[in-house]
């Protein structure tokens, strides 16, 4: 499964989650475990895709064949640009200088407007044609960002193909014919100029392969005029240009398309890891099929037995009004987790003791800066959404940091309290993945 499979699934994935928010989280939750359980798939990406088969939409099969039609389309470009250069006045030599800037000098101009287009935030041409063969509920809640990545990919695969297809021609036209290489300009330029330029261009590989870098007598006997005719060179030497011009193709042309292509995958794949472990709603779909149901009820003990401790229980700490200050921990500051508006967040912290009220505010990045060691802080979490990935990483970083974290889920303003107790849940049993320096914080019953 290549990155573009991916990234079209992840971004079905997405789109049906949203569309799912609207259901009941106990039902999707039941039906969910429940298929999961009957599957014999463990791949985090097989399982999407058949998911996506039975409650979703899968993205058509002719988009699955967009990469591949990429590169069978540079590549063709490629051996159609070489093949009308080596064969346009077949009988004629061919022009060093007319090779090289169809070869390396314009190809490079188009690779790095290639690279300034598919920068970050701005949606190029190729994003915008792959958001409009999306199916139209995937266009709604498209992630943006991630189109554009995967656009520079196939962009980047685009121009490595081009590269492979005018390596591919140039080495069947070296190998199956005569080919006659020489000079020549209108200006007044001597042989020792261009014998210099050739020179520069020639200093990567001088001491890797010297036949490839041309000699003064190259340069100067394969100068050519219309008039004269080609009968006064020896094929031999006019066949000695062919290294200098394979390295160019190597050099100039291969080897920078390939470290794009690179680049540009590279890039991808950390955005489709970046956003499968951060994006809430597909943590969200991966939690309700790892978890058991939250609404599964524990069968009583045998009368001959102990009861045994939750362990979904560890790590939790109740507190009580805000009045009740000896309920909370001590605190070095407040963080609230994600983005938050001032005034989704400040009836929050109003619930706070006064003395708390007080405590300086950090953003995320300030907190993974911090080196303090026995700090504790406060995370203010939206608990009408599942804890993702990246809390679980922000939690094992702050305690190689031997700090504390207290993660106090918040439910949204007007959600029914049955509801906020099943979102809740999710909490309890996200705790146990956590190492011991980070808590739960729950309302007591009397709050």
């Not at 309920?327 to 070095?332: C, F, I, S, V, Y």
């Not at 007080?358 to 300030?366: A, N, Y």
Request: aromatic share 12%; proline share 7%.
């Amino acid at each position: 499964m290549n990155k573009f499979h991916k990234t079209l699934l992840l971004i079905g994935l997405r789109a049906q989650c949203l569309v799912d928010r609207h259901e009941d989280w106990q039902s999707l939750h039941r039906r969910d475990r429940a298929w999961f359980l009957s599957r014999t798939e463990k791949d985090r990406w097989q399982l999407a895709q058949r998911w996506l088969e039975e409650f979703g939409t899968l993205p058509q099969t002719g988009m699955l064949l967009v990469p591949a039609f990429t590169a069978l389309v540079g590549w063709l470009f490629g051996v159609a640009l070489m093949s009308g250069l080596l064969e346009f006045q077949a009988s004629q030599r061919i022009n060093v200088w007319w090779w090289l800037l169809f070869v390396v000098f314009i190809p490079a101009l188009f690779w790095l407007a290639g690279l300034w287009l598919g920068r970050p935030g701005t949606e190029g041409y190729w994003s915008r044609i792959l958001r409009n063969r999306l199916p139209g509920v995937w266009r709604e809640s498209l992630d943006i960002p991630l189109l554009q990545l995967c656009a520079g990919a196939l962009t980047q695969r685009f121009g490595l193909a081009f590269a492979v297809g005018l390596l591919t021609s140039f080495l069947a036209y070296l190998f199956l014919t005569d080919l006659a290489f020489g000079w020549s300009s209108t200006l007044d330029v001597s042989a020792q100029a261009v014998h210099q330029a050739t020179q520069v261009m020639s200093v990567p590989w001088r001491h890797l392969w010297p036949e490839a870098v041309p000699s003064a007598m190259l340069v100067e006997q394969t100068r050519f005029f219309r008039v004269e005719g080609d009968h006064a060179v020896v094929g031999s030497v006019q066949g000695g240009w062919w290294p200098f011009l394979l390295m160019n193709l190597l050099l100039y042309v291969l080897l920078p398309r390939v470290l794009s292509f690179a680049w540009a995958e590279w890039r991808l794949r950390q955005a489709l890891q970046r956003l499968f472990r951060q994006d809430a709603f597909i943590a969200g779909w991966w939690q309700r099929l790892s978890f058991e149901d939250v609404r599964q009820e524990a069968q009583p003990a045998p009368a001959n037995r102990a009861p045994v401790p939750d362990e979904s229980s560890r790590g939790t700490r109740a507190f009580a009004s805000a009045e009740d200050a000896g309920a909370w921990p001590d605190l070095d500051a407040i963080v609230p987790l994600g983005v938050w508006a001032p005034q989704q967040l400040q009836p929050h912290v109003e619930r706070l003791p006064r003395q708390l009220q007080d405590l300086p505010r950090l953003e995320m990045q300030q907190l993974s800066e911090s080196n303090q060691p026995g700090a504790s802080y406060l995370l203010i979490c939206k608990g009408w959404e599942p804890p993702t990935e990246t809390l679980a990483d922000l939690c094992e970083r702050m305690q190689g940091k031997r700090q504390q974290l207290f993660l106090w889920p918040v439910s949204l303003p007007g959600l029914k309290p049955e509801r906020a107790q099943q979102l809740l849940k999710s909490w309890r049993l996200f705790v146990p993945r956590l190492p011991p320096s980070c808590h739960l914080l729950e309302p007591s019953a009397d709050d």
